[in-house]
């Protein structure tokens, strides 16, 4: 809570790539099979401009579910 009594505004999550403050615009869903039960959704969030590393990084290793505009993210 404000001292106005108010909640105060979210913030924008940021990118999850190191040293990146950016704005994310992807949600990243992904799940290590070996230590996670199948039901168990982690996730990472991308700005435009790593999204396509973050996605590769987390595809190689078989990890990757799918990716999702922010805005559209239900989770």
Excluded: Q
Excluded at 14 to 37: E, F, Q, Y
Excluded at 44 to 70: I, K, P
């Amino acid at each position: 809570m404000t001292e106005s009594g108010a909640a105060p505004e979210e913030e924008a999550p940021h990118c999850s790539r190191k040293d990146c403050r950016a704005d994310a615009a992807w949600v990243l869903v992904w799940n290590n099979p070996k230590v996670h039960t199948p039901d168990r959704r982690k996730t990472w969030v991308a700005c435009d401009e790593h999204r396509a590393y973050l996605a590769e990084f987390l595809d190689r290793r078989g990890f990757l579910s799918e990716t999702v505009a922010v805005a559209d993210f239900e989770g």
